[in-house]
């Protein structure tokens, strides 16, 4: 139960974040001349991307990327979503990575479904000509939940090792330790 309450939680939170701050884009920022920030690291810049993070695929046919995008997409976060809620494998950490990835997904995927395959983005980030492609709210909760995912597969991987012994730690290391074929069995003791 705690696992859904904190799955549907962060899902929530999350879609509403990404869609407020993109109806503020598009009232804002929409038709208007970028602004620079912070000696230009952060520019609010709007656009609407019909590609997946950093506009990959926006170059495909319409139909390839209704296909990808609008019916891949939602098959893959409804996968995710059941996966994440049902499966024993998953720890609390895991479901927090996954709803950051399903909100992220599942509000760009939202997005698609109302402008006519695109979303919209807001956000670009560098310094000097080195910069980041433009992107939103939903695309940070999509790699805030990769970082979670990351760092709670690697606290598994090192409690796990440290908890479980290797195989060659609790091997016999000698000769006479190792039982043959043709050994007796150890007496038992008599009271």
Request: net charge positive; hydrophobic share 50%.
């Amino acid at each position: 139960m705690k696992r859904f309450l904190w799955f549907f939680g962060i899902t929530a939170v999350s879609v509403g974040l990404d869609q407020v701050t993109k109806v503020w884009a598009v009232e804002t920022l929409q038709g208007r001349p970028e602004q620079s920030y912070l000696g230009d690291v952060f520019r609010w810049q709007f656009a609407r991307n019909s590609g997946a993070f950093l506009s990959l695929g926006s170059t495909l046919p319409k139909e390839a990327r209704f296909l990808v995008f609008t019916v891949g997409v939602g098959i893959l976060l409804l996968g995710i979503t059941v996966y994440a809620l049902r499966s024993k494998q998953v720890t609390l950490a895991d479901a927090i990575g996954y709803a950051l990835i399903v909100s992220g997904g599942g509000s760009n995927w939202f997005d698609r479904a109302r402008f006519d395959g695109a979303v919209v983005d807001f956000m670009n980030m560098g310094l000097g000509s080195l910069r980041t492609g433009i992107f939103n709210v939903a695309d940070l909760a999509i790699i805030a939940g990769i970082i979670v995912l990351f760092f709670a597969a690697r606290g598994r991987e090192q409690t796990g090792a440290a908890a479980t012994p290797t195989a060659e730690a609790t091997a016999p290391t000698t000769p006479e330790a190792q039982p043959t074929k043709d050994a007796a069995p150890p007496a038992k003791e008599t009271p």
